[in-house]
């Protein structure tokens, strides 16, 4: 079974902190995400890895930057948090070749206060 | 710009009843779909999918049927049970990308 894990599944932060969120996937995946979810907005996509090294922006990478220095391990950077960051961390990978379908960690539920 | 949008954020079914859940996308070259259920406090957990040269593909209790002259896709659970609520939602890779679009999702509950 493929397994995304994430560092944390609750952290309560204040703002101005830098907060570190870690993913770590086993099956040795090239994709890597970083997607935030709110109520009514689904998941939307902050930052994207197609490789050790390598990042793409997604849709909403405004206060975040991303680091992948192993090709298991795709951490997310909120450098200064603020209270509009408050929301649902979801980590994914997927593989390059056959079947497409991301994985998804368990999540992790940031509040800033 | 691409989207994919759902018909109900919200399905109320009796336990044993047929549950329908709707998905719209907007590229017709899109070649591949999934379908995810997310229950409360977890991560989204993969269902099933299907490939554009298909209209129709069964799992266990679910069938994804697509029909890409309207560009809709929709999620068929049988006999639907208490363990089935959560919510579900639609995934189309945008084009030449990885990357997904998502759909904002449809709450299913299951009434005893």
């Known amino acids: 079974d493929v397994k995304v894990t994430q560092s944390s599944r609750y952290l309560v932060k204040r703002t101005g902190e830098k907060v570190f969120l870690e993913c770590v996937q086993d099956m040795d995946h090239e994709n890597m995400f970083w997607y935030r979810q709110d109520p009514g907005l689904g998941l939307r996509l902050i930052y994207f890895s197609y490789d050790v090294k390598m990042k793409e922006k997604g849709d909403i990478p405004e206060g975040y930057s991303v680091s992948r220095e192993k090709k298991e391990r795709f951490s997310l950077i909120l450098e200064s948090a603020s209270t509009n960051q408050t929301s649902m961390y979801l980590c994914?990978?997927?593989?390059?070749?056959?079947?497409?379908?991301?994985?998804f960690g368990p999540g992790t539920r940031l509040t800033v206060t | 710009g691409e989207s994919v949008g759902l018909h109900l954020p919200t399905l109320s079914v009796q336990e044993g009843d047929n549950s329908i859940i709707n998905c719209a996308y907007s590229?017709?070259?899109?070649?591949?779909f999934i379908w995810y259920k997310q229950e409360s406090g977890k991560g989204p957990q993969f269902i099933i999918d299907?490939?554009?040269?298909?209209d129709k593909r069964q799992g266990q209790r679910v069938t994804v049927l697509l029909n890409k002259t309207v560009k809709h896709l929709s999620l068929q659970i049988a006999a639907t049970q208490p363990g089935d609520s959560a919510v579900y939602f639609c995934?189309?890779?945008?084009?030449?990308?990885?990357?997904?679009?998502f759909g904002t999702g449809t709450r299913l509950k299951v009434l005893a």
């Open positions: 590229n017709s070259a899109s070649d591949y």
């Open positions: 994914a990978s997927s593989d390059q070749r056959g079947a497409r379908e991301q994985y």
């Open positions: 995934a189309v890779p945008t084009s030449g990308t990885y990357k997904y679009i």
């Open positions: 299907i490939r554009s040269n298909m």
